[in-house]
């Protein structure tokens, strides 16, 4: 009965380079959210995504962020020629349906921008 | 956009006694739901309570509970019998329900627990 899963738990880019984040969410869930959380802050949404399909991505920058939910395997956020103020904590939730109270959380990956 | 309001310092709480968190939010909506997570030292976000705007009763789970007052947009959460594995961050968000369910998190409170 796995939660949601993330990976890697921790990861380093150097700047300029690509960072990509996945996530499996809790078996059955079709929803995912991934959220970001900046130092000494709280998590800020950034991508809502069904199977196949973004339904809101209010929160992402403008460039170089991209999420996706293939039809088969995890999701994945892409961060494109990352810099040092992408270094920030990345979080994905799952819930089974957009009105369910409660979204399981992964343990989130650490990205460290040198 | 709503807005969630967690201003109290770091604080410090002698084991076994209660702690209350403040969490304020801003919305003119009528439904909505407040949640508040834990984020220990590990960092995972670990659910607590949830509460929704249209439940008369105040949520409690275990030794946490919700103080929800409606009319002054408060939910704060209570911590009873404090233990030392309750030292964490705590994090009080609300979903709106057009809003995709997504959170909008506070800034957190820190919370220590001193034997």
């Known amino acids: 009965n796995a939660g949601v899963m993330q990976n890697p738990r921790h990861l380093v880019r150097r700047r300029g380079q690509e960072a990509r984040l996945r996530c499996s969410p809790v078996k059955g869930h079709s929803h995912v959210y991934w959220y970001r959380q900046l130092p000494e802050e709280g998590l800020k949404f950034m991508v809502y995504l069904q199977k196949e399909n973004i339904i809101d991505e209010s929160g992402m920058p403008k460039e170089r962020f991209s999420a996706e939910f293939p039809k088969e395997g995890p999701s994945i956020l892409r961060i494109q020629q990352v810099v040092r103020g992408d270094s920030a904590a990345y979080f994905c939730?799952?819930?089974?349906?957009?009105?369910?109270?409660?979204?399981?959380f992964g343990p989130g990956t650490r990205l460290t921008v040198l | 956009a709503q807005k969630i309001t967690q201003t109290q310092p770091g604080m410090f709480v002698q084991e076994k006694e209660a702690v209350t968190l403040d969490c304020t939010y801003d919305?003119?909506?009528?439904?909505?739901?407040l949640f508040w997570y834990k984020q220990p030292s590990s960092g995972e976000m670990i659910f607590l309570i949830y509460q929704g705007s249209y439940d008369e009763q105040n949520a409690t789970e275990g030794r946490y509970s919700l103080n929800f007052q409606k009319a002054r947009k408060s939910a704060n959460l209570v911590i009873s019998a404090s233990q030392l594995g309750d030292s964490a961050m705590y994090f009080c968000?609300?979903?709106?329900?057009?809003?995709?369910?997504?959170?909008?998190f506070g800034k957190g409170n820190q919370v220590v627990v001193i034997p």
């Open positions: 968000a609300m979903r709106l329900p057009y809003g995709n369910n997504r959170l909008a």
């Open positions: 919305t003119s909506d009528q439904s909505y739901g």
């Open positions: 939730a799952s819930s089974p349906n957009p009105t369910y109270n409660e979204q399981f």
